[in-house]
């Protein structure tokens, strides 16, 4: 532990659709307080912010679009072309990004901390780790996901799975190696007992989440172990709009957490949350007919800001349903208001907005911290 007294820092890297983000979210899961630091580099470069105006000045204004804001894919399709470009590109965010994580470890109260980063090994971010992890997977597998999940052409997966540095090199750099490409127990079991063999005993590990009562309701974060009441719960609750099965749940626990809420043994209520760029987005949120609303709401929502400002959250994202939306009173003593997301005033977080709203519900949004990494200047 060289580079922060009392820290322990795990640098997560591996080749682009390998799963990365999904190791990360479960090493959170565990306990750890995870940086996305690709996320940041996006940030750096928001209108407004450190990286704006030197990336700008440095390949002019046709990279802008109608808002002002730098259109990454205009200054991908420069930078992915031409190799000098994209060290310049680099060179003035990798040092902004390298501070913003700075500022993220010295604030975080927990003791391991991952950052996440493609060029994790090329970047100076690679100095402030303790430890290395790399994803692995093979090169179909790869292709096949970004095919899915990103709707390329296979060309366009071949593409980007081939301009990148060799897999080879990472796994050559790592202390763990993390094979992802078996189910999401093999992954969990994976990650469980990396961390268990390389993560040091000291400092201790702080409780991941906590339980929290009042009158006849506690409230707890959702395990693994509890997929199959948390499907059932939603399946119910949602009158048919999702349908989900255990197995399903397990995959959603390498994108985000669940609240459960509880009168007495009988689970009545839950909050699907994710921390992404540093903003909570609750998605999921349900509660029992004939239970007391306006209570079971407040605690899930307050349950829901402790666990996301030990994250260092910036803004809280909620999207209920209409008959939970008319909770007024609770969304105002709660400090939420309505929104739309072209009316946040931060892009990354209008962006999240516009990224995690499901159909048929409404935008509640509160400020969490006043000071912002990465703040415009």
């Not at 927990?110 to 090994?121: D, M, Y």
Request: charged share 25%.
């Amino acid at each position: 532990m060289s580079n922060w007294p009392g820290k322990y820092v795990i640098g997560l890297t591996g080749n682009i659709a390998t799963g990365k983000s999904v190791v990360r979210r479960m090493l959170e899961h565990l306990g750890a307080y995870t940086i996305d630091a690709d996320a940041l580099s996006h940030r750096a470069i928001a209108k407004g912010a450190p990286g704006y105006k030197p990336v700008v000045e440095n390949f002019g204004k046709w990279i802008l679009n109608s808002d002002g804001e730098i259109d990454r894919n205009k200054l991908g399709s420069l930078v992915f072309s031409d190799p000098a470009a994209l060290k310049n590109l680099e060179e003035i965010i990798h040092p902004l990004v390298r501070q913003a994580v700075e500022v993220l470890i010295k604030r975080a109260s927990q003791p391991v901390i991952v950052v996440e980063a493609i060029k994790l090994l090329e970047s100076p971010l690679r100095q402030v780790c303790d430890t290395i992890w790399v994803t692995d997977a093979p090169q179909e597998v790869q292709i096949e996901r970004l095919m899915r999940k990103r709707h390329l052409t296979r060309e366009q997966a071949v593409q980007r799975v081939g301009i990148q540095s060799p897999q080879a090199e990472k796994k050559a750099a790592a202390n763990v190696v993390i094979r992802n490409t078996g189910s999401y127990d093999d992954l969990w079991q994976q990650i469980s007992e990396a961390w268990k063999r390389s993560v040091p005993s000291e400092p201790a590990q702080p409780a991941v989440g906590r339980e929290a009562q009042a009158g006849e309701f506690s409230v707890s974060r959702g395990k693994p172990r509890d997929s199959q009441r948390i499907a059932e719960l939603i399946n119910r609750l949602s009158r048919g709009k999702q349908k989900m099965t255990a197995d399903d749940v397990m995959a959603q626990f390498g994108d985000k957490a669940y609240m459960l809420l509880q009168s007495g043994k009988e689970l009545v209520g839950i909050a699907g949350w994710q921390v992404e760029n540093l903003i909570v987005r609750t998605t999921d949120l349900y509660l029992e007919p004939g239970i007391d609303v306006e209570k079971a709401l407040e605690m899930l929502v307050t349950e829901v800001e402790h666990a996301s400002s030990d994250l260092q959250c910036e803004a809280s994202l909620i999207f209920p349903t209409s008959e939970l939306a008319a909770q007024e009173s609770v969304w105002n003593k709660l400090g939420y208001e309505t929104r739309t997301p072209d009316t946040l005033g931060v892009q990354a977080w209008s962006d999240a907005a516009t990224e995690s709203m499901p159909k048929g519900t409404l935008l509640f949004f509160k400020q969490m911290r006043q000071d912002r990494v990465l703040r415009p200047i």
